[in-house]
């Protein structure tokens, strides 16, 4: 079992900055990619915010947060950040960290996901 734990949000005015940290842990063999969604009130679609697939060595953004959002990560402790800069209420949503992660063998693995973490920007 994988379990990710995030951590970080919080409210700030527009133009401003937070990061988000996400902390994966269990059994894992391999995280295969890494990255942030995000889910706002009434939507049941959780939307990709930006996802890094360590395999690849690439890197998915939502068009929304090109130039604004980075992910970083330190792969020897299981965690990656979200740096998130210049903030618009827009931004505004519950972030949910995911993983695909190998637990068993490289040659398979699945999506876990955290519990989310509210993010609120004020205009």
């Known amino acids: 079992q994988v379990h990710l734990v995030e951590s970080g949000g919080g409210l700030v005015q527009a133009g401003g900055s937070l990061t988000l940290s996400c902390a994966a842990s269990?059994?894992?063999?391999?995280?295969?990619?890494m990255g942030w969604y995000r889910q706002t009130p009434g939507e049941q679609q959780r939307e990709l915010v930006a996802r890094f697939y360590i395999t690849h060595n690439r890197t998915i953004n939502h068009e929304s947060v090109k130039g604004r959002f980075t992910i970083s990560r330190d792969n020897a402790k299981n965690t990656w950040n979200l740096e998130m800069n210049n903030l618009k209420p827009e931004d505004t949503a519950i972030y949910i960290c995911c993983a695909d992660v190998s637990t068993e063998t490289i040659y398979r693995s699945m999506d876990y996901w955290g519990q989310g973490t509210q993010v609120t920007v004020t205009p």
């Open positions: 269990g059994t894992i063999v391999r995280i295969n990619a």
